[in-house]
């Protein structure tokens, strides 16, 4: 019989446990010893990663400022250089009301600055000076106004109708033609350098001109003289760096946007923390394309308001925005890509509100799939192949959305939108076939089985 406080006691301690816990707790104070020496030693020593996280930043940071750059360098040599996307681009201003009355005003100016009146009415033909003093007399008291209305009205209804344009894709083509020369070096054109100024003869315009208002019924428009006038493009004194960096643009014009990105690319992987790196390339990009959209648009205030008060405002700042419609696509769609990668590497990461999308994604799929099943919809062989290959169906996905996007002439923000679409559907579907792994051997559940 035992007594109490002896070993055989129900009361006395259970001596093989406590040491048990006790050496629990030592091996854990041991194990927090070890730790709290680690630490001690890591912050002893610099981190490893430290120079090579600096060096990814700063290719990142590279890549984002080369990145505006590259798209007006790519805008410069698809745009600029190309004369015939340079007269598609322009085309359409034919029809633009302001471009109309601008050339309207400058066709009836240059046209009167080289008309002598009295020498006109004094070779019209004696039957012919009634209908014109009859059309002019309508028109007002003074000559000089009456002719100036009378030619002005002309021009407006030339420049309003489809011959019009004609004139101006010609003019445009040999404006284009002759500048990208005169900048190049390249050839001869209609652009020469006469007393520091690049100028370009219009005689060819104001000709075509003449004919119509004959054509309309002013014959007296064929006394007028031929007209010569100059129309500036480039002071001269400028010419030197135009040249320069116009030329440099053009041979930027492709490898500066692959140089941007390679350099975002190879920040991202040489980044320990590849995922967080990528979006803020991503991101970084996206608000680069944006600062230069900005300062398009203060460009564009302070390029008109430095204009002379000759040349009106309405039609250079429509010209100013159909030369520049291209780049500004070209910085939307940057804006999108950013986005929408930064978008898809927040997705794919350990966070909580990625993780619950993801959750939320895979419980929409099984029980798309689910209710296919009740309804008797079998994925057969499929189901099985697509779950045995996902990942590879995945990136064959993803590496045919890229491509799509890199062969696609001059995509658009709506492009990359509608690739994005594009791939979640493929990607939804192949999760839906993958998730119905199986379901052809599956027989349901027979009706009133007894349990």
Known sequence: MSTPGSPDSPDSPDRSGSSGSNGELEALRARIAALETEAEAAKARPPRHRLRSFFAALLIVLGCVLAPLGIVAAWTADEVGDTDRYVATVAPLASDPDVQAAVANRVTGAVMEHIDLNALLEGVAPDQRPLLAKALGRLGSSLESAVQSFVHDKAEEIVASDAFETVWTDANRAIHTSVVRALTGSGEGAVEIKNDTVTLDLAPVIERVKQRLVESGLTVAEKIPEVHTDFTVLKSDDIGKVKTGFRLLQLMGLWLP???????????????????????????????????????????????????????????????????????????????????????????????????????????????????????????????????????????????????????????????????????FALAVTAFLAEGEGAGEREPDPVGKPT
């Open 258 to 424: 692959v140089l941007a990105v390679l350099l975002a690319a190879a920040g991202v992987l040489l980044s320990a923390h590849r995922r967080r790196s990528l979006i803020a390339a991503a991101l970084g990009f996206a608000a680069a394309a944006v600062i230069l959209g900005i300062g398009l648009t203060v460009f564009r205030t302070v390029y008109l308001n430095a204009l002379p008060e000759t040349v009106s405002q309405a039609a250079a700042g429509s010209v100013y925005d159909a030369m520049i419609r291209l780049l500004r696509t070209t910085i939307r769609m940057v804006v999108v890509l950013g986005i929408v990668l930064a978008l898809a590497a927040w997705l794919s990461g350990p966070g909580r509100w990625a993780t619950v999308v993801r959750q939320l994604w895979d419980s929409g799929i099984a029980a798309t799939r689910t209710t296919a099943d009740r309804v008797g919809l079998r994925t057969g062989p499929v189901g099985p192949f697509v779950a045995r290959h996902r990942v590879w169906i995945t990136w064959i996905l993803v590496a045919a959305a890229v491509v799509t996007y890199v062969l696609w002439d001059r995509p658009t923000g709506w492009v990359v939108v509608g690739l994005a679409l594009a791939l979640l």
